[in-house]
């Protein structure tokens, strides 16, 4: 059973950066693409970004060159490296399998990500 544990997140300002870890239990890490998700307060959870085993990355158009997504295989650790934030990018972040319909259970509990001045 894989399990995830998020952290990093924090109450930053408007233009600010943050940088969020995922450690993933589970020895086949490396062979999966990974991806963060976030959802918002009333909002679905969304997709924000992933990395394939191979290094092929997605953004969703509203992070496209704010935020970057890398990985650790040797460490089993997704990283998601932000800045330029804005007040729409607060939510609580999570990771998981991308993309979503190769979600696993249970997901972790997440880490909050709060943009406000």
């Known amino acids: 059973q894989v399990q995830f544990v998020e952290s990093g997140g924090g109450l930053v300002q408007p233009g600010g950066s943050l940088r969020l870890s995922c450690a993933a239990s589970?020895?086949?890490?490396?062979?999966?693409?990974m991806g963060w998700y976030r959802q918002a307060p009333g909002k679905q959870r969304e997709l924000v970004a992933s990395m394939s085993s191979g290094g092929t990355t997605y953004y969703v158009d509203s992070v496209k060159g704010r935020f970057t997504i890398s990985r650790d295989n040797a460490k089993n650790t997704v990283y998601l490296q932000m800045n330029n934030l804005k007040p729409e990018d607060t939510a609580v972040y999570l990771c998981?399998?991308?993309?979503?319909?190769?979600?696993?259970?249970?997901w972790g509990q997440g880490t909050q990500v709060t943009v406000s001045s």
């Open positions: 589970g020895s086949i890490f490396s062979i999966y693409t």
């Open positions: 998981n399998r991308a993309p979503s319909v190769y979600t696993v259970t249970p």
